[in-house]
């Protein structure tokens, strides 16, 4: 009787929420990964070829699991194969596929009737051939994660310089080329057992400058019920319907308009973050899930009085962090602050405009939201970063 975790390098999901969440439950745990040197002695794991199911079935033999997860964009197929064929709950394995990939996704959602975003698919060594009514058009691997290598691109020009810096650090990936959606970036969160699916809420999310997409803070900030209605038709159409499930999404004239679906918890310390604001055992919920157990065993709230707000501090040069705040946990008044670091003291790292940039993330949950930005505002006021070439 063991829950199995695949994931590749260690994550503070895994680390700070799974594992803890499986000592609660009181679920013996192994986490199969192909990096067993990354993780830490006090970690269970065991070495697998996680990007093969077959290889995740093989590594379970010598115990009977109770269930089989992953937190991973990447392992989330491979996983749901290996799950349905030991008999287990688990996601849609074509659903985890489409969501992973970009094209197919929007293929999805257009054969549904839903939305058309024009994409154009470009295969490795392939000579960029796109219309020029896509501009401006985001360029981004077509299996990526975040905003890893996405960029905004004016013209064709521009598109072509972005492809060959691409390809020069990833000459294998294919790349997709789509029009830009104009709009206030927003998440949706949400559980499903694979008969519902139950909203966590969601975030507002304010970008740095471009050509880049990094996230520099989220808001607290569930969608509206009209938004929520088209989300979660979008969601249907893409076959997603079990465990977690993070989608990021404009709303351009009224209508919700797909920016990604990625079929797992949100990222970037996001997920603890969201599990604190709503009060709720959430890595715990989502082990349950996967145990077969039905959202309505799940005490989830149906509302929130309280308001969250994260700040990522980014480094703005390439260099050294030489100095930095450790972990901090505190109280101002009404409201919980924490900082959490991203990046060790003494790393060397170059400037990149992308969330690899993260030095520390910050967070502030309280009462409302004036309460809640003032008191994140001076938290910030009294921590410094320094950075040397």
């Not at 491979?78 to 688990?90: D, K, V």
Request: aromatic share 6%; proline share 7%; hydrophobic share 45%.
């Amino acid at each position: 009787m063991r829950l199995y975790i695949t994931a590749l390098n260690p994550t503070d999901a895994v680390l700070e929420g799974f594992l803890p969440a499986a000592a609660a439950l009181g679920l013996p745990v192994t986490v199969l990964t192909d990096r067993p040197e990354e993780w830490s002695v006090d970690v269970p794991v065991a070495r697998c070829a996680v990007r093969e199911a077959a290889a995740v079935v093989a590594a379970t033999a010598s115990t009977r699991p109770v269930a089989l997860l992953s937190n991973s964009d990447h392992l989330q197929e491979a996983t749901a194969i290996a799950a349905r064929e030991l008999g287990l709950p688990g996601k849609d394995p074509d659903a985890a596929r489409v969501c992973k990939d970009k094209a197919a996704a929007r293929r999805a959602i257009a054969a549904a009737g839903l939305d058309l975003v024009r994409t154009v698919t470009i295969d490795p060594g392939a000579v960029p051939e796109v219309p020029g009514g896509i501009f401006p058009a985001v360029v981004k691997p077509r299996e990526g994660v975040a905003s890893e290598d996405a960029y905004l691109v004016a013209d064709h020009r521009d598109l072509v310089a972005r492809v060959t810096e691409i390809r020069a650090r990833r000459p294998d990936v294919a790349l997709v080329v789509e029009e830009y959606l104009a709009g206030e970036l927003r998440t949706f969160e949400t559980l499903g057992d694979g008969a519902a699916v139950a909203s966590l809420g969601g975030w507002r999310t304010r970008l740095g400058p471009p050509p880049t997409f990094t996230e520099e803070s989220l808001d607290w900030s569930p969608p509206a019920d009209h938004a929520s209605t088209q989300l979660r038709a979008r969601l249907e159409a893409l076959g997603v319907g079990f465990g977690a499930c993070h989608t990021e999404y404009v709303i351009s004239d009224g209508r919700v308009r797909l920016i990604e679906v990625n079929y797992r918890l949100i990222g970037d310390r996001m997920d603890l973050i969201l599990a604190e604001m709503l009060g709720v055992p959430l890595f715990e919920y989502v082990i349950r899930l996967h145990l077969g157990e039905p959202l309505v065993a799940l005490d989830l709230p149906t509302t929130v009085d309280r308001y969250a707000q994260v700040e990522y501090v980014c480094a703005d040069r390439p260099g050294r962090l030489a100095a930095a705040p450790g972990r901090l946990d505190t109280v101002h008044g009404d409201v919980r602050l924490g900082c959490r670091p991203l990046r060790e003291v003494g790393r060397s790292a170059d400037h990149t405009g992308t969330n690899r940039d993260y030095l520390a993330v910050l967070h502030a949950i309280g009462p409302d939201q004036g309460t809640v930005r003032e008191a994140l505002a001076a938290f910030r006021s009294d921590l410094q970063w320094t950075i040397v070439e």
